[in-house]
């Protein structure tokens, strides 16, 4: 028998023995307790809207070209009675295949979708409630705006062309 042989195991068990009297780890207790996120932390999405309320999004569909999940469905549409020429008819997101990449964040021209740091909504019991629709999604824009407190983080309507600018991930 070499000395390798005798001496692994025992290295083994202080390993073992340095990690069972080391300061225990405390497990967040979720619903009282939430963690400090960081600061660009990607959770779920949110539709912006203009401060008159109207919604930011004009159904271009390159969130969904940009969506390397393929979770994002846009249907545009044209409609002069409501006094802009598009929008999104629908806009759907599957949270079931989302990966949270921010992708769709950076491809719109406008700015109308953002990422929360609110994840604790996404527990589902069945696939169906996976799939959110636009107003769901623009719930969760009102929310933050609610829990804010100070003055909202609209997007003006003068912006809304301009790149580069915040994405809405910080």
């Given at each position: 028998?070499?000395?390798?042989?005798?001496?692994?195991?025992?290295?083994?068990?202080?390993?073992?023995?340095?990690?069972?009297?080391?300061?225990?780890?405390?497990?967040?207790?979720?619903p009282?307790?939430?963690?400090?996120?960081?600061?660009?932390?990607?959770?779920?999405?949110?539709?912006?809207?203009?401060?008159?309320?109207?919604?930011?999004?004009?159904?271009?569909?390159?969130?969904?070209?940009?969506?390397?999940?393929?979770?994002?469905?846009?249907?545009?549409?044209?409609?002069?009675?409501?006094?802009?020429?598009?929008?999104?008819?629908q806009?759907?997101?599957?949270?079931?295949?989302?990966?949270?990449?921010?992708?769709?964040?950076?491809?719109?021209?406008?700015?109308?979708?953002?990422?929360?740091?609110?994840?604790?909504?996404?527990?589902?019991?069945?696939?169906?409630?996976?799939?959110?629709?636009?107003?769901?999604?623009?719930?969760?824009?009102?929310?933050?705006?609610?829990?804010?407190?100070?003055?909202?983080?609209?997007?003006?309507?003068?912006?809304?062309?301009?790149?580069?600018?915040?994405?809405g991930?910080?």
């Open positions: 028998m070499s000395l390798e042989t005798i001496l692994g195991p025992i290295r083994g068990l202080g390993v073992t023995l340095r990690t069972m009297l080391a300061e225990p780890k405390v497990t967040v207790q979720f009282e307790e939430r963690l400090n996120l960081t600061p660009r932390y990607r959770g779920m999405h949110e539709l912006r809207l203009y401060e008159d309320g109207s919604e930011v999004c004009v159904g271009c569909s390159l969130c969904a070209a940009a969506c390397p999940a393929d979770c994002i469905f846009v249907e545009g549409a044209e409609e002069e009675d409501e006094g802009r020429e598009r929008y999104a008819r806009y759907m997101i599957n949270y079931a295949r989302c990966i949270f990449c921010g992708y769709c964040v950076e491809a719109c021209p406008v700015d109308a979708i953002g990422m929360t740091k609110v994840m604790q909504e996404l527990t589902m019991t069945n696939r169906w409630t996976a799939v959110w629709d636009k107003d769901a999604l623009i719930e969760n824009f009102k929310r933050r705006v609610a829990e804010e407190g100070e003055e909202p983080k609209y997007v003006l309507k003068s912006q809304s062309m301009m790149a580069p600018h915040n994405r991930l910080d």
